[in-house]
């Protein structure tokens, strides 16, 4: 698309787009082509001497166990996350929308967690869960259950999942929310009339209608699973028991700053960066066109 | 919507207000423990109720942290805070509108090749490429300092795409009438452009500092000195290892004053914040 009408000269233009390349090109393109650099280089911690090793480091990432495992987590993991935080915000969604007067009321009471920083939510429910002190372990102690997330690996597993879902809830509400309500009513009416049922109208007339946001949300979980829980495994459970919590994302982190091992953790850099890419275009392709019935 | 009474219509209310509970849950129980003893805490179950401590711990976190073992005062921390958010979301909005503007209203040599270059940015999060970025900012000499927490954080191109969207549909008669009257580009860019995006740059500007305000992987590798900590990452220094004891109602205090703006912001602003998300990752 193109303006028809538009001004001349390209001294004012140069000028007006010279700051975001800037800052583009020295933080980002830079640092993503050193990682590029750094992936195929192999430097030493110490920046005294590189040397060129091709793909090697590559070859080390898909020979090594850990990293296999890591992408084992971070796909159940993601995966989790995002099928629980949608189906609930989906089921939430149904419900307010099927009011006339307080749907508004219900979306405050349910659209603040947003606003709470991942590494806050991580810090409430490990709070809750904590194997001293937390209020719902020791419940759980009372039913004769031994919560210990830190030694357990599938407890540690279900509690950044949950502690994720919770954060993650809201901004799929607002768009299920937002999908449902731009659905024209005369068609549900239609369908209700024939005669079908409440959840016969969902599985046959909205959830359809719903694929394009559906499909949306999908793809930005994934996105917020693979990144933006950092915060909450690192305050939970640093990517322990084991490595039973080390995503992809933490694995560049602890690998790079704790285990100064430059040249593997910018190759896991690269595969995240054509990972991320890859969901972009298939982001675009699918929701630009929409999902059609 | 289409059954509205009977039992269906209240098994709906209990429903979502179940949903409600089950979200409001950790948030209350953190600010109970954010106004209780540390010794109530610590011997479970903890009370269900709000205890008299609230102005001792709240003040205990805003003047001295942790009691200035490892981290800065949460007044300290929220300064920070403020600073980055505001800087990110000013910052962010002003290079793209004016990128956005170029790109949209000038036509000029290799126009295509710089908006693309502009938009392989879009999606790829500072997370993927934290080591070099770190490198870059240590470089400059920017570790522990606002312009190193703000300028890595501010590289992409979410809002100049939203902000081209936006001026596409803006109708091309306003543009020919201003230059009929003899308007130069950017008296149209200050008194047409500005004045109808108001709506967008204020939606974009509630997106941007939250996004700013809960900042956790950037500012925990770059700050090593807890003066220039901001609260989200200060609240998890609070926190003692294994052997240290974690003073918990002045952390859950911590975690409540980290909290509460964005909150605020998002419920007092509502329709404006959710215009700009749905706008913004659409």
Not at chain 1, 73 to 87: E, K, Y
């Amino acid at each position: 698309m193109e303006k028809r009408v538009y001004f001349k000269g390209w001294f004012l233009p140069a000028l007006l787009i010279t700051p975001q390349l800037l800052i583009t090109a020295v933080f980002f393109f830079y640092p993503a082509g050193t990682a590029i650099w750094w992936s195929l280089f192999n430097p030493d911690p110490f920046g005294l001497s590189t040397k060129f090793v091709g793909f090697a480091n590559f070859d080390y990432l898909f020979a090594d166990s850990y990293y296999k495992e890591s992408f084992y987590t971070t796909a159940i993991f993601s995966s989790l996350v995002t099928l629980f935080s949608m189906g609930i915000a989906l089921y939430l969604a149904v419900l307010a929308d099927r009011l006339i007067k307080g749907a508004g009321i219900y979306q405050t009471l349910l659209i603040w967690p947003y606003a709470v920083a991942p590494a806050i939510a991580g810090i409430l429910w490990m709070f809750l869960f904590d194997t001293q002190t937390g209020l719902i372990s020791w419940y759980l102690g009372l039913l004769g259950y031994d919560w210990n997330h830190l030694l357990n690996e599938t407890e540690a597993m279900g509690l950044v999942i949950v502690a994720s879902t919770w954060s993650r809830v809201s901004y799929n509400f607002l768009f299920f929310l937002a999908g449902l309500q731009a659905i024209p009513r005369a068609i549900i009416e239609a369908a209700a009339i024939d005669g079908a049922r409440f959840w016969r109208r969902f599985w046959t007339i909205i959830f359809p209608l719903l694929s394009p946001t559906t499909f949306f949300l999908v793809v930005m979980n994934i996105v917020y699973a693979f990144f933006d829980t950092f915060g909450v495994i690192h305050t939970i459970t640093k990517g322990g028991p084991g490595q039973s919590t080390t995503i992809l994302v933490y694995k560049v982190y602890s690998d790079g700053f704790v285990g100064l091992d430059l040249g593997s953790s910018a190759a896991q850099s690269v595969i995240l960066l054509i990972i991320v890419g890859l969901l972009t275009i298939l982001q675009f392709k699918f929701v630009e066109k929409k999902v059609h019935y | 919507m289409v059954e509205n009474r009977g039992l269906n219509y209240w098994l709906t209310h209990v429903g979502l207000s179940f949903g409600v509970l089950v979200l409001f849950f950790p948030l209350w129980l953190a600010f109970v423990a954010s106004t209780v003893t540390n010794s109530e805490v610590i011997h479970p179950p903890m009370p269900l109720w709000p205890g008299d401590q609230f102005f001792v711990n709240y003040g205990r976190a805003l003047i001295e942290g942790d009691s200035g073992q490892t981290s800065a005062s949460v007044a300290r921390m929220l300064l920070n805070t403020v600073t980055v958010a505001l800087g990110i979301a000013v910052g962010k909005i002003v290079i793209s509108f004016t990128s956005a503007f170029a790109i949209v209203y000038f036509r000029f040599p290799a126009r295509k090749f710089f908006f693309w270059i502009i938009f392989l940015t879009l999606m790829l999060p500072v997370e993927v490429r934290i080591l070099p970025t770190y490198e870059v900012v240590a470089g400059f000499g920017m570790l522990n300092t606002y312009s190193g927490l703000i300028f890595p954080l501010i590289a992409s191109a979410t809002a100049t795409f939203l902000f081209r969207q936006f001026f596409m549909t803006v109708p091309d008669e306003i543009v020919e009438a201003a230059r009929i009257d003899g308007a130069r580009p950017m008296q149209f860019f200050i008194d047409i452009l500005i004045p109808i995006s108001r709506t967008n740059i204020a939606a974009l500007f509630l997106i941007m500092f939250i996004y700013g305000w809960n900042q956790y992987l950037w500012p925990l590798l770059m700050t090593t000195d807890p003066s220039m900590n901001t609260i989200i990452m200060g609240v998890e220094q609070m926190i003692g290892g294994q052997d240290d004891v974690t003073p918990w109602p002045v952390v859950m205090a911590a975690s409540m004053m980290a909290m509460l703006p964005p909150i605020i912001v998002v419920i007092s602003m509502q329709n404006l914040f959710i215009r700009g998300l749905t706008d913004s990752d659409k």
